[in-house]
């Protein structure tokens, strides 16, 4: 009895022992995948924004008290069309006293040129003879005194009277300089009317600015005022998207910079219209990066025509294509090996394991192409416990590596995500 369980025990171990040679024999099963060639593609996905080209905030340049509000939100409105009136009665009485001023300063110009220059040239003429007349006299009473007829007293008053005359007819002669075309009061009447047509042209562009008009072909996006309301310059009342190609504005992480170019195809969705799909085009790439968020500015062009349903500030998602390879060679990004500098894969051939060197091409989050190192039919290795070369492996199409999804193919149209 003792002799049978004991060789019952015996052959048991035999068997087991077996087993396990058997199995050593054949190796662990490991996760693997079939390179096969296929079609890549990487794609960035990020947020951005709608936005017109060129936005303006209008304001008033004058303090008032709004008359009338001309514009709603979401109006379109054409070049010069009036957005607002302020009341204007203490601008109409300052214009009517400025041209009132202009008139009177124009008034006294002509009166100089006309009447005023008539009556100085008559009082020079009667000068002139009053003048001559005591020019005479003078003669006369020297003539007289020099006979003895006429005392001396007489000559010093005749004297005096010619040289009254003269200073009276030199007075007369300046008069009539000064009222010349270029004389002195002609320039002072001159400069005054232009100083009241200036005060006209101010009063003028203060009533003007009662007036705010729409500086470009726009839409109204926001108004912050209403009738009654007191306004102040530099105060924002009306913001405009000014009327021209919309643009979606997107920041991307710099990490990615090297991925985007001019022209590039993106999808586009915008969040409130997630069935309606449009494309677009990168347009433009900052030059310059933002410090503060590490990121660069992209805008994008949407093609024509674009959905109507397009706003200033709407949230977009865009995907834009950085890169495809229409017939690559791909392995899993998880099958890949070593560092940046020196990649490798390892490769189930003929039931061991064997390390290759690989040189890499487009790499997206889920795929990378091989350039050089693998064909077509290889079994590529995945996962972080695969044996080390020269072991033993049953390679696994069917298995995939806890945490990954996925089939055994690496041939998949793969994409480079970026969180919103």
Request: hydrophobic share 50%; proline share 4%; no cysteine.
């Amino acid at each position: 009895m003792k002799a049978r369980v004991l060789f019952g025990l015996v052959a048991a171990g035999l068997v087991i022992a077996s087993a396990g040679i058997w199995l050593w024999q054949r190796g662990s099963v490991v996760p693997a995948a079939v390179v096969s060639t296929a079609p890549l593609v990487r794609t960035l996905q990020f947020s951005g924004r709608v936005a017109t080209s060129s936005r303006v905030d209008v304001g008033s340049t004058v303090t008032g008290r709004v008359a009338q509000v001309m514009a709603a939100e979401g109006k379109a409105v054409r070049q010069g069309e009036v957005l607002l009136r302020l009341e204007t009665d203490e601008q109409r009485a300052a214009l009517d006293q400025a041209r009132a001023g202009e008139r009177q300063a124009a008034a006294r110009l002509a009166g100089l040129r006309s009447t005023g220059r008539s009556a100085a040239q008559a009082v020079a003429a009667q000068s002139d003879s009053v003048l001559l007349a005591a020019e005479a006299e003078l003669q006369r009473t020297q003539d007289l005194v020099a006979r003895g007829f006429l005392s001396p007293a007489r000559l010093d008053e005749a004297k005096r009277a010619a040289n009254v005359a003269r200073a009276q007819q030199a007075g007369a002669q300046a008069q009539v300089a000064a009222i010349s075309d270029r004389g002195s009061e002609v320039a002072q009447a001159e400069a005054q009317l232009a100083l009241a047509r200036a005060a006209t042209t101010a009063a003028q562009a203060r009533l003007d600015q009662s007036v705010i008009e729409s500086p470009a072909d726009a839409r109204v996006l926001l108004r912050s005022v209403e009738p009654g309301q007191i306004v102040q310059p530099g105060r924002a009342l009306f913001s405009l998207a000014l009327a021209g190609p919309l643009q979606l504005v997107a920041q991307v992480d710099e990490r990615y910079l090297q991925q985007l170019q001019v022209g590039q195809t993106a999808s586009v969705l915008a969040d409130a219209f997630a069935g309606q799909r449009f494309m677009a085009r990168v347009a433009s790439i900052a030059p310059l990066v933002d410090a503060q968020r590490g990121a660069v500015e992209v805008k994008l062009t949407p093609a024509l025509p674009h959905p109507d349903f397009l706003r200033e500030d709407m949230t977009l998602s865009i995907e834009v294509e950085t890169a495809r390879r229409a017939n690559a060679l791909v392995v899993p990004v998880d099958a890949l090996r070593g560092d940046g500098a020196a990649p490798a894969v390892l490769v189930a051939r003929d039931g061991r394991v064997e390390q290759r060197a690989v040189r890499l091409g487009l790499r997206t989050l889920q795929a990378v192409e091989v350039l050089e190192g693998l064909a077509a039919g290889d079994l590529v290795l995945l996962g972080s416990t695969v044996p080390e070369p020269g072991a033993r492996v049953r390679p696994d199409t069917e298995a995939r590596p806890a945490g990954r999804a996925g089939t055994g193919s690496a041939g998949a149209a793969m994409t480079n995500a970026m969180g919103r």
